[in-house]
C-alpha cells in the first residue's frame, strides 16, 4: 500500500500536526501571558516596597558606597522633605527627578523600572533592573510553559497508540483477503470493524456470495455439459458409422440420413438450452442488467411466433386465450426486466405446453391483473403433472414419468425458473380446470418507478 494512501498514516499526519499546533499556540499564549503576570507581580512588589520605606529605613537594605551585590536588582533612594537625599543603595545614583507613580528610566547605559512614592515627610524611589526583571519573567513563563512541553509528547503517543489500535480491525481484514486461496468465498468476519468501514465488508460478503454463485454455475455447467452431451454425441457417433454400411439402400441411406440430423438438431438444442441455462443461474441473486419497462403484451406476441411453427406440426391451437376482464388487459402495467429474457421464459413454457400436448390438443396464454400484479398463464389439454412431481420439474434433466415418451433436455423449466427469479417473479403448477391439463402461473412485481423506458414493438 502506498504510504500517500495510507489512512493510518493520514490520520496521524492530520492529528498530530493539529496537537502540535494547538500545543504551540496554547505554548506560546500560557507564556506571554506569564510574562503579563509576572511584570504585574514585580510591580506589585515595588508598590509594597515603597510603602514599606514611608516609616523609615528598614534593615538589611545595601548603604550608600556599599559594593553593589550583582545578585541584587532593587535600588531605592530617599529624600528628605526639603529635597536632601537621605538614602541611596547604589553608588551609581539614579536620575535625581522623581516622577511618582512608575515610570521606565534610562541611566548609565541600563533601563531601570522605576517607582515613586511622596509622603509629606519623604519622597521614595525604588527601581529595579529591568534586564534582571526581564530574566526573571522568562523564567516562570518556562516554567509555566514546562507542562506544555511534557504533555504533548505523551499525547501524539497516546493518539498514535488509539489509531493504530482503532484501525487493527481493518488491517486484520485486510490480511485475510490477502491470503485467501482463488477459490474461497467465504464472508468475511466483521467483529470489531467500525461503523464506517463495515457497510463495505457487508457489500464485499455480498459480492463473494454473488462471485460464489457464478462460480458454481460454471462449474454445474461443464458437469452439466460433461452429462448431457456425451451421450447425444455418442449416439451421433453410432449413426455416422452406421451410414457408412448403407451405400446398396438408398432409402435406408435417407432414413439415416434423416435420424442423423434430428440427432445434430437435438445436440444443437441441447446445447443452446445449458449456455442460457448458464448465463441465467450466472446471473441469479444479481440485479438486471439493462432492465427496461417491458410490455407483456409484446412478449407474448413474440414468444407465441417463435412457437407456431411447431404448433402448427401437430395441428394444435395455440393462442391468446380471451380474458372477460379486458379493459384491465389493456391497463397492464408493465414489468421491470428484460425483454428477451422474457421471451425464452414464455416461450420454453409454450414449446413444453405443445411438445406435451396430443396433436390436435390447445395451448392457450393469458394475462391478467391479479392485486395490482400482471399474471402471465400457460394452459394446455395435455397429460399434465402429476402433484407429487410438480416441485422437481424445475430441476435441470429431470423428466416426469408420464411425459418420458418424449425427448428433450430437460432443462426447459430450469431455464423458466432461473430468469423468473431474476426478475422477481414467483412460478405456481396446478392442473388447468378449463383444458384438463397443466396450467403455470408467473406473477410478477409490477415495474419500479425510475426504471429506463419502456422497450417499444420495434425492438422486436
Not at 529605613?57 to 536588582?73: K, V
Not at 497508540?161 to 485475510?176: D, Y
Not at 411447431?310 to 391451437?317: E, L, T, V, Y
Request: hydrophobic share 45%; aromatic share 4%.
Amino acid at each position: 500500500m502506498s504510504d500517500t494512501h495510507s489512512l493510518r498514516k493520514r490520520l496521524l499526519g492530520f492529528v498530530l500536526v493539529a496537537i502540535l499546533l494547538a500545543a504551540m499556540l496554547q505554548a506560546v499564549t500560557a507564556y506571554r501571558g506569564a510574562l503579563r503576570q509576572a511584570d504585574a507581580m514585580f510591580d506589585e512588589h515595588l508598590q509594597q516596597m515603597a510603602r514599606s520605606l514611608r516609616g523609615g529605613i528598614p534593615l538589611g537594605l545595601p548603604q550608600a558606597g556599599a559594593e553593589d551585590d550583582p545578585g541584587y536588582d532593587l535600588y531605592v533612594q530617599i529624600w528628605g522633605q526639603d529635597g536632601t537625599q537621605i538614602f541611596r543603595s547604589t553608588r551609581s545614583a539614579l536620575p535625581p527627578r522623581a516622577v511618582l507613580g512608575f515610570s521606565d528610566v534610562e541611566a548609565h547605559g541600563n533601563r531601570y523600572r522605576v517607582y515613586t512614592l511622596q509622603t509629606p515627610l519623604q519622597t521614595v524611589q525604588i527601581a529595579q533592573d529591568l534586564s534582571a526583571r526581564t530574566a526573571r519573567a522568562r523564567v516562570l513563563a518556562l516554567r509555566a510553559v514546562l507542562p506544555f512541553a511534557w504533555l504533548t509528547p505523551l499525547l501524539m503517543l497516546a493518539v498514535w497508540w488509539i489509531i493504530k489500535r482503532s484501525l487493527a480491525p481493518i488491517e486484520r481484514t485486510r490480511r485475510a483477503v490477502a491470503g485467501r486461496a482463488a477459490d474461497d468465498f467465504s464472508p468475511l468476519d466483521g467483529t470489531g470493524l467500525p461503523d464506517e468501514v463495515r457497510p463495505l465488508v457487508d457489500e464485499l460478503n455480498l459480492l463473494f456470495g454473488r462471485v460464489r454463485g457464478a462460480f458454481e454455475a460454471q462449474k454445474n455447467f461443464v458437469a452439466d455439459a460433461a452429462h448431457e452431451l456425451r451421450s447425444p454425441l455418442t449416439a451421433l457417433k453410432l449413426q455416422a458409422q452406421t451410414l457408412r454400411r448403407l451405400d446398396a439402400d438408398p432409402a435406408a441411406r435417407e432414413a439415416g440420413i434423416a435420424r442423423l440430423n434430428q440427432g445434430i438438431d437435438r445436440a444443437i438444442r441441447g446445447v443452446e438450452q445449458l449456455l442460457l441455462l448458464a448465463r441465467e443461474e450466472a446471473g441469479s441473486g444479481q440485479a438486471i442488467g439493462g432492465a427496461a419497462r417491458v410490455d407483456l403484451r409484446q412478449v407474448v406476441q413474440l414468444a407465441v411466433a417463435d412457437v407456431l411453427p411447431q404448433a402448427r406440426h401437430k395441428r394444435i391451437d395455440l393462442g391468446v386465450a380471451e380474458n372477460p376482464s379486458a379493459p384491465e388487459v389493456q391497463a397492464m402495467p408493465e414489468v421491470s426486466g428484460q425483454l428477451e429474457a422474457l421471451r425464452i421464459l414464455l416461450r420454453n413454457l409454450l414449446e413444453n405446453a405443445v411438445k406435451y400436448t396430443p396433436p390436435g390438443g390447445q395451448v392457450d396464454v393469458s394475462l391478467e391483473l391479479r392485486q395490482g400484479q400482471p399474471v402471465l398463464t400457460v394452459e394446455d389439454s395435455g397429460p399434465g403433472i402429476a402433484p407429487e412431481n410438480r416441485p422437481r420439474v424445475f430441476d435441470r434433466f429431470f423428466r416426469a414419468s408420464d411425459t418420458a415418451q418424449e425427448t428433450g433436455s430437460g432443462l426447459g423449466l430450469a431455464i423458466v425458473r432461473a430468469i423468473a427469479e431474476r426478475h422477481g417473479a414467483a412460478l405456481a403448477l396446478d392442473s388447468s380446470a378449463r383444458l384438463g391439463g397443466l396450467k403455470v402461473e408467473v406473477r410478477f412485481p409490477p415495474a419500479r418507478s425510475g426504471t429506463g423506458n419502456s422497450v417499444s414493438q420495434e425492438n422486436s
